[in-house]
């Protein structure tokens, strides 16, 4: 069973950047896309970004594309999250989640979710 943790998050001025790295552990050959999702307080749980595992495709949410890059080390089984010129809207925890995706569905089958890691971004 695929196993995932986060790591990178912190507290960061606006205008400044953070990587956040999601470490792949145990069988997951069936997970075909990795990616990241992001909850704040009071809000929806939102889509950021996600990759192909094996093509290297990706897809970026509207609000943090130009921001944010998504990459994966296949190697080291590690996704990494980019996140540059931040702002206090990213203030959230953000979640590394594998699964099934699809680009009008986004992630619709998740077979594996971290527990997340705080991201603060102060004004």
């Known amino acids: 069973q695929v196993q995932v943790v986060e790591s990178g998050g912190g507290l960061v001025q606006a205008g400044g950047s953070l990587r956040l790295s999601c470490a792949v552990s145990?069988?997951?050959?069936?997970?075909?896309?990795m990616g990241w999702l992001r909850r704040s307080p009071g809000k929806e749980r939102e889509f950021v970004a996600a990759?192909?595992?094996?093509?290297?495709?990706?897809d970026l949410a509207d609000s943090v594309k130009g921001r944010f890059t998504v990459s994966r080390d296949n190697d080291k089984k590690t996704m990494f999250l980019e996140m540059n010129n931040l702002k206090s809207e990213d203030t959230a925890t953000y979640y590394c989640?594998?699964?099934?995706?699809?680009?009008?569905?986004?992630?619709?089958?998740?077979?594996?979710w971290g527990r997340g890691t705080q991201v603060t971004v102060s004004s």
């Open positions: 145990g069988r997951s050959d069936y997970v075909k896309t």
């Open positions: 989640v594998g699964g099934l995706y699809q680009t009008s569905r986004r992630f619709y089958k998740i077979y594996a």
């Open positions: 990759i192909g595992w094996d093509d290297g495709i990706t």
